[in-house]
């Protein structure tokens, strides 16, 4: 079974690099690998093609390089992630079952990550930020979901182009709208494979990693509203509720009973962060795990209410104005 593994780029950087490399060292054999960049740039071996695709955003880029693929299996990776070596080989065994349209892995924090990488790696990884989607960052249960990023997905090439592709503006979120068309409109399997591993490199926590929170977040409450079967979860809610119940928790300090059960709340929660954060002989990580965990609360709260206030998003309003 070939497989084409598609990558989504703006220009050649030094992940991609890696990622590329460590394609071509794959244990599976039947494959080939298409860069899909702005702008043209040359890569001299024979399993790798570059398609540059001028500018656009990455659910373009992919459906494009879906297009040309010659696999029966898209394989999408980020460029920002490299895959372990059995990768293909864990997860292609799943497609044995026809049911099953699309695999998803773990996309685990390198082991070369350090500083306020590793302590945004460690922030996803958290059960108080992660809760039970925490096997998207590190090794859980195999198991059907119905909803899984595109930085490690496989789907059958005919389901993908049956569906049309991606087909979206969106960006977070085009992976939502495919998973959820795969799961209710063809009734198809989506599994995850703990063994499919790819490693993602994080972003810095105090900088990359918040932005990306607050785009996810922005993407997500407002999906609540367009794409409910999917993003209508109470997990979802819980940063907004934390975030008001902090705001509007202090303007009550002056009545006795609600400063009791605000501050009170408050100590605990910082506690269970803190106990979450602790990093042995590490005080550094511990504070940056610390603040990172209550920071990524804070801004997913915030940009969850404002996309769920959103009448569109700016990538729907560009598609429909096209």
Same mark, same amino acid.
């Given at each position: 079974m070939k497989i084409s593994i598609i990558i989504a780029v703006k220009e050649w950087n030094d992940f991609l690099k890696e990622s590329i490399q460590r394609c071509l060292h794959l244990s599976y054999?039947?494959?080939?690998?298409?860069i899909l960049p702005d702008t043209e740039f040359s890569y001299d071996h024979k399993q790798v093609r570059v398609l540059p695709t001028g500018p656009c955003l990455p659910a373009d880029k992919r459906d494009q390089g879906a297009r040309v693929a010659l696999g029966e299996i898209l394989a999408f990776i980020d460029d920002d992630a490299y895959p372990a070596e059995s990768w293909l080989t864990n997860a292609v065994k799943n497609f044995d079952d026809a049911e099953v349209a699309a695999v998803g892995g773990p996309g685990v924090t390198p082991p070369t990550d350090f500083g306020e990488r590793l302590a945004s790696g460690l922030v996803y990884e958290s059960f108080l930020v992660s809760g039970n989607f925490r096997y998207r960052y590190q090794k859980g249960a195999r198991q059907v979901v119905e909803d899984y990023p595109s930085c490690n997905l496989l789907i059958r090439k005919s389901v993908f182009l049956e569906l049309g592709g991606f087909k979206t503006n969106f960006w977070p979120g085009e992976d939502t709208i495919l998973c959820l068309e795969i799961t209710k409109k063809l009734k198809k399997k989506i599994v995850y494979e703990p063994e499919a591993i790819v490693f993602?490199?994080? /972003?810095a926590i105090f900088s990359g990693h918040l932005k990306q929170i607050a785009n996810y977040a922005m993407h997500r409450g407002y999906f609540v509203k367009r794409f409910p079967e999917t993003s209508l979860k109470w997990q979802y809610f819980i940063p907004s509720a934390f975030l008001c119940w902090l705001i509007i928790g202090f303007f009550f300090l002056g009545v006795q009973w609600m400063s009791l059960l605000y501050i009170f709340s408050l100590i605990?929660?910082?506690s269970f962060v803190l106990l979450e954060s602790y990093q042995k002989n590490d005080k550094k990580m511990t504070a940056f795990v610390f603040s990172g965990i209550f920071l990524t609360h804070v801004y997913y709260g915030y940009y969850f209410l404002f996309?769920?206030?959103?009448? /569109?998003?700016?990538?729907?309003?560009?598609k429909g104005s096209s």
């Open positions: 054999s039947d494959f080939e690998i298409l993602h490199h994080r /972003r605990s929660y910082f996309g769920l206030a959103q009448p /569109r998003l700016k990538e729907e309003a560009k």
